[in-house]
């Protein structure tokens, strides 16, 4: 196992980190002090999703723009109810999102707060059909 102490413990914070192979196609590590497994994604808004990270980005980032979940389901071909998961999920973790809106997806700080006026304007999401 290969020492990769910039992988953090999810759990408890450890820098004590090691890899530990993969599972269904994502890295996973171990913790050497709480000894429990985590993947890259454990703690944020895509833990256990099937959909790429890249591909909820871009689909949440049509929301945006568009500002209409119907546009996004349109444009993506994801179901109006799954965008409405992931943007309830977004929610939950407001800090962490805005980090990647702000520095992976380079948007102003306009635009992210123009995403968070729509997902605090769309409320509780429910099946509009």
């Not at 408890?12 to 000894?35: A, D, F, I, P, Y």
């Not at 389901?73 to 109810?81: A, C, L, S």
């Not at 939950?92 to 995403?115: I, K, Q, R, S, Y």
């Amino acid at each position: 196992m290969q020492r990769m102490p910039h992988s953090a413990c999810r759990h408890c914070g450890s820098l004590h980190t090691v890899s530990n192979g993969s599972s269904h196609g994502h890295h996973q590590w171990s913790c050497r002090e709480c000894g429990r497994s985590f993947r890259a994604t454990t703690g944020t808004p895509v833990a256990g999703l099937k959909t790429p990270v890249e591909e909820i980005a871009r689909t949440l980032l049509v929301v945006l723009r568009r500002g209409s979940l119907r546009a996004a389901e349109e444009i993506t071909g994801h179901k109006y109810e799954t965008i409405g998961a992931w943007l309830r999920r977004a929610g939950t973790h407001a800090a962490a999102l805005t980090e990647v809106l702000v520095h992976e997806l380079h948007l102003t700080a306009g635009e992210v707060d123009e995403f968070w006026s729509f997902v605090r304007k769309k409320g509780p999401l429910r099946s509009r059909r």
